[in-house]
Structures are given as structure tokens and as C-alpha cells.
């Protein structure tokens, strides 16, 4: 926010802001010199090396719609690391502040801390502080592979992922492409264990599972559900 200035119109043409009604300056910008540090594991308890971790800080003003609406979150400075051999991780210069703490993990299986519905970190920082957070864990998914029969290759035309999976009102994720050997393109996706979830289908060319039924907008994820040779969840579509 910057420095505000109140004064009267000057009198007589002399061009400057009446003596005395300048506004009390601001204080000096907060010095970032906080920092905040934690540790990730994965959901047997082992620390976790090499995790992304994400500490993005959120500024929180009133929106300037009508007195007393509500406050608008808006995401303030954002920082990315990886944590240690140790699973640890540590961010200095940090400013005091809101912080929110999302973890990343290494594997494919890996569920983000903060995504399906997961419960985020947030923290505040206090000035000229070294916080330590709770235990981040990082827990394991089942993987998904999508493999849909795409002859003439549509699909690649298309801007975004048409398929992806669903938590109804909590969440949802595309599944990234992984590949195509002949006339299939695989997706993967990890999502969660023992989760009542949706399969989505958003492209508009017409589409059927294995069983020759239409894929709609949303389907039941576990109707849709096989197992590969290797035991993996799979889930076949054909491009009509």
C-alpha cells in the first residue's frame, strides 16, 4: 500500500499542500528476516527426500465492493524447494505472515498434501521468527492408466487432458498424457484409496469403456475400473 497524502487545496496559487495536514508517514516495510521450516514424510512414517514443497504467503484485504463485504485471499510471494536427505526443509527470508504449505511427492503414486480434499498447512509467522510446523506427510495413491484407442489421433488436437477423475464438490484432476504406441494414447493419474469418485470424460467426441457402454460427462469411477497383467488399475476407452 502506498503512502497516502492528505491536504487542502492550496490558497492563493502557491502550489503547495496546506503545512500540518500531511498524514503520519507509514512505517518501513516489513524486513523479511522470518523463516519457516518442517519435515515431510510418507505414510509409513519414513522422512521423504527430494519432495517439492511450496510455501506460498497470502495477503488478506477487504474487498472494496460495499462496506463490510467479505475479505478476498490473494496469494502473495511464492517460494519452491525440495527437501533434504533427511526429509527436512527449511525457507529463510521470509516476511511476517499468513503461509500456506503444500508438499509434492516423488513418486507417481504420490498424492500432493494439499490436493483431494487434503487438509492444507497454513501457518503465521511471526517478524524476525523461525517457525517450525507440524509433520507433512505425503501419503499413497492408487495410479491409474487410461488407455484410449485414438486411431486417427484427435485427442493431440485438443488443448487440455480430455479425461480425468473426480471427487463430486471436493476436487478434480486431469490425467496427464504419458504416451502412444500405435493407435493408443495412455494417461496416468494417481488419486486416492477407498474414495467414492467420478470418471470424466470432456471431450466432445463420442466415447465407450470396454464394456461398449457410452462414457458420459461423469460416470461411476469403479464400474469403469480393470486390472492390467501386473495387477495396475486401468480403464480402456475406445473413440467411437
Not at 486431469?174 to 470432456?202: C, D, F, K, Q
Request: proline content about 7%; some cysteine; glycine content about 10%.
Amino acid at each position: 500500500m502506498g503512502k497516502f497524502l492528505s491536504f487542502c487545496p492550496p490558497q492563493g496559487g502557491g502550489g503547495q499542500p496546506t503545512p500540518g495536514l500531511l498524514s503520519k508517514p507509514e512505517l518501513p516495510p516489513d524486513p523479511m528476516t522470518s523463516a519457516l521450516e518442517g519435515r515431510i514424510k510418507d505414510d509409513l512414517g519414513t522422512p521423504l527426500p527430494g519432495a517439492t514443497v511450496q510455501i506460498t504467503q497470502l495477503d488478506t484485504y477487504i474487498a472494496a465492493r460495499a462496506p463490510g463485504s467479505s475479505p478476498v485471499i490473494t496469494p502473495g510471494r511464492s517460494y519452491t524447494l525440495r527437501s533434504g536427505k533427511d526429509g527436512t526443509f527449511r525457507q529463510e527470508r521470509l516476511a511476517q505472515g499468513t503461509y500456506i504449505i503444500c508438499a509434492h511427492g516423488t513418486a507417481k503414486h504420490h498424492l500432493s498434501s494439499c490436493e483431494w480434499g487434503g487438509r492444507s498447512t497454513y501457518v503465521s509467522v511471526g517478524r524476525s521468527a523461525a517457525m517450525t510446523i507440524p509433520e507433512t506427510k505425503i501419503v499413497s495413491g492408487n495410479l491409474i492408466r487410461i488407455e484410449v484407442a485414438d486411431a486417427a489421433d484427435r485427442l493431440a488436437q485438443e488443448a487440455k487432458s480430455p479425461v480425468g477423475i473426480s471427487i463430486p464438490g471436493v476436487f478434480f484432476r486431469r490425467a496427464h498424457r504419458v504416451s502412444r504406441v500405435g493407435s493408443v494414447t495412455a494417461y496416468e493419474i494417481a488419486v486416492p484409496r477407498n474414495r467414492a469418485m467420478l470418471l470424466r470424460w470432456e471431450s466432445t467426441l463420442k466415447a465407450s469403456d470396454s464394456k461398449g457402454s457410452a462414457v458420459g460427462l461423469e460416470s461411476d469411477l469403479g464400474s469403469a475400473l480393470e486390472r492390467d497383467a501386473v495387477g495396475q488399475s486401468k480403464i480402456s476407452i475406445r473413440i467411437d
